[in-house]
């Protein structure tokens, strides 16, 4: 079967036969949350943490899914084993989870929509970053504070992130917007959570105005390990431009360095010492290069140098 195969509602169906009634709350209203986990090796990552985080927002939402912890847990294993053969051996999947209010016409008796799909990580997307680092500029668009809708949720309603995008995208078609808080306190680009690091401290913004990023979380499990200090606070972009070293984190390209925010350069090596640290306990946690896995979906005349690059960039540094 070359067709993807999709899970709706306890059923697994060929994408073409998958269907959602426009009368759904999150066609109509945004009304429903959802989570993407990705896979390394074709094997789904962190997967408790992100049914944890699905569920919270849930229960913020205030959706009842339906499903039981483990007939969830059961149901997205199942998604990924029934698309894998779609995949070569150097693809990766993004496990989707969107779950809506469901039917609007059917009032207080409505039951939730489950969704779970499977996306391919688009590497050639983002590959290049690894080598040039990623530019960042703040835009107007300030992210949605937790008066109004708490960032901590995964809401489908995304115009906030959105909006963002499209505005650093005017600036610089190949930037990503680095979204302030209503105080001008730096928050979080449109899918990634952000890292700087300040006097060889890793700072990242208060947990109050981001999303409590499962790639987050596990780089501060990796530089507790490592002995690096990290700090969750408020901080503006004047701490940034005075930055040592940058970078995004989240689910597709795990640690991409970042190098610039509004065209002031930080740091003197990209990636910087401790980004470098942090990519290669990933890389071990998870028994592959996922820098190198994803520049080998460059194109062909692309591919060679940017592999050479990068390992040039990374011999001797490790253990410095």
Not at 48 to 63: A, E, G, K
Not at 129 to 154: E, N, S, W
């Given at each position: 079967m070359t067709e993807r195969t999709i899970y709706l509602n306890g059923t697994y169906l060929a994408q073409s036969k998958a269907k959602v009634s426009v009368m759904d709350w999150g066609f109509s209203g945004g009304d429903g949350v959802y989570e993407a986990t990705r896979t390394f090796g074709h094997e789904l990552f962190r997967l408790?943490?992100?049914?944890?985080?699905?569920?919270?927002?849930?229960?913020?939402?205030?959706?009842d899914s339906g499903l039981t912890r483990e007939e969830m847990a059961a149901a997205s294993r199942e998604t990924v084993a029934r698309n894998t053969h779609l995949v070569g051996p150097d693809d990766e999947f993004a496990l989707w989870h969107v779950i809506t209010r469901g039917d609007r016409l059917a009032g207080d008796a409505a039951k939730a929509t489950v969704v779970m799909y499977c996306l391919d990580i688009e590497f050639s997307g983002f590959?290049?970053?690894?080598?040039?680092?990623?530019?960042?500029?703040?835009?107007?668009?300030?992210?949605?504070?937790?008066?109004?809708?708490?960032?901590?949720?995964?809401l489908t309603n995304r115009m906030n992130q959105l909006q963002a995008k499209f505005e650093a995208a005017q600036s610089s078609p190949d930037a990503l917007p680095l979204l302030l808080d209503l105080d001008g306190n730096i928050a979080e680009s449109n899918t990634a959570n952000f890292f700087f690091v300040s006097k060889g401290r890793l700072c990242t913004s208060t947990s109050r105005n981001v999303l409590g990023g499962i790639t987050r979380m596990v780089v501060f499990e990796l530089a507790e390990a490592l002995g690096i200090e990290a700090v969750e606070g408020d901080f503006t972009p004047y701490d940034v431009y005075n930055a040592e070293e940058a970078f995004l984190s989240g689910t597709s390209g795990t640690i991409a360095p970042v190098t610039s925010l509004n065209a002031v350069g930080i740091g003197e090596e990209l990636p910087g010492p401790i980004t470098v640290k942090l990519i290669e306990a990933w890389n071990d946690m998870v028994g592959l290069d996922f820098v190198a896995q994803a520049l080998r979906h460059l194109g062909d005349n692309e591919r060679g140098p940017a592999l050479a690059e990068w390992k040039r960039r990374l011999a001797g540094r490790v253990d410095a």
């Open positions: 408790d943490d992100h049914l944890d985080r699905l569920d919270r927002s849930l229960s913020y939402i205030r959706i590959a290049r970053g690894y080598i040039d680092g990623i530019k960042l500029v703040t835009p107007g668009v300030r992210r949605t504070p937790p008066q109004c809708a708490d960032p901590k949720a995964k």
